[in-house]
Structures are given as C-alpha cells and as structure tokens.
C-alpha cells in the first residue's frame, strides 16, 4: 500500500493570506486540486497541517484525507514531512507532494507510484532536466524521513541515493509551479 502525502503546513507568508484555499482561474482551491492530483495515485491519502486550518480539514477530510493537524508544522516542511510518514508509518512508500501546487497532472502522480511500486527506492518527475514534485520513497528510506526536521526537506536523501533515484521524464510543467505569491495565482489566468 502506497500513501500519498500532502504538505499543507506552510504559512504563506509571501501570499499575504491562505494561499491554499485561495481559488485557482477554473474556480477550485489550490489545496483541493493539488489533493485531486495526487489522490488516485495511491491506496492511502495523509494531509499535513497546521491546527489553525480547520475549513481546509474539513474539506479534505470530506474527500477522502486523512487528516494531521500538527503543531509541528511551524517548524518547516522537514517537520511535516516525518509528522506524515510518522501518520503512515506502515505504507510500503510514500508519494509526498505539496498543497500550493495545485498543475500536477495525476497522470504524473500515478507514474511515480508507478516506479515506487516497481521496486525504486525513491522516484521524481523531470520535466525539461529539472526535478520536481511529487517525490516518491519506498519504506527502506522510513528511518530517515521520520528523522527530518525544520525546513529541510528531503533533498539530502534524495542526493545520497547515488544514482538509484527513479528520474521520470514528464511532459508536465506542474511538476515545477507552485503558488507563492499573488502574483503566481494571477499569471494561470492569463492566456
């Protein structure tokens, strides 16, 4: 059993206001469409959060997420990383992806859990030579996202794989665009 992982623990200080349950030009929250993309991925769904999220809880929670409000959180993306996998601890992998980026083709999700399921140690999406999200671990890599803390996420490990990282070639710019800004939300809008 796979578990898809979403991170919405973030702050959004650079929005200026919850960029997560702002709303994307086609009218769904940015947080909801980044879940669609990963949900029919894997067998089991994990959304990480702040306790302060309660709207957004419930929304996921009503579409299937099981759903961690840690406190943790505030501490970086490492700390919602392990707080998951610590959620799902028995999975057999982990497809981690983020709630602001909300152009992820679930097709790219499935082709990730894919190669997890495949017998790959850790797998990503390239789209033109640059590495994006979702980022897939297989459970030998458990001890040492459990361990992750702060705002370092995972890339360490990734790096330390030496070459076995599953590198899937995608045709999907989402894998690379997330929201930060105001900004960022206005230019999907635009033709």
Partial sequence: MLCAILLAGGESRRFGSDKLTAHLPDGRMVALAAAEALAGAAE???????????????????????????????????????????????????????????????????????????????AAPFYRGRRGHPVGFAAALGPQLLALDGDVGARRILEALDGRLACIDVDDPGVLIDIDRPQDLARLGQP
């Fill in 44 to 122: 089991a769904r994990v959304a990480v959060l702040r306790p302060d999220r309660e709207e957004l809880a419930v929304l996921l929670a009503a579409r299937g997420w099981r759903v961690v409000a840690t406190a943790h959180a505030e501490r970086g993306m490492g700390a919602s990383l392990a707080a998951g996998v610590r959620a799902a601890a028995d999975a057999a992998g982990w497809l981690i992806g983020l709630a602001d980026m909300p152009l992820l083709q679930p097709a790219t999700a499935q082709a990730v859990a894919a190669a997890l399921r495949a017998g790959a140690p850790a």
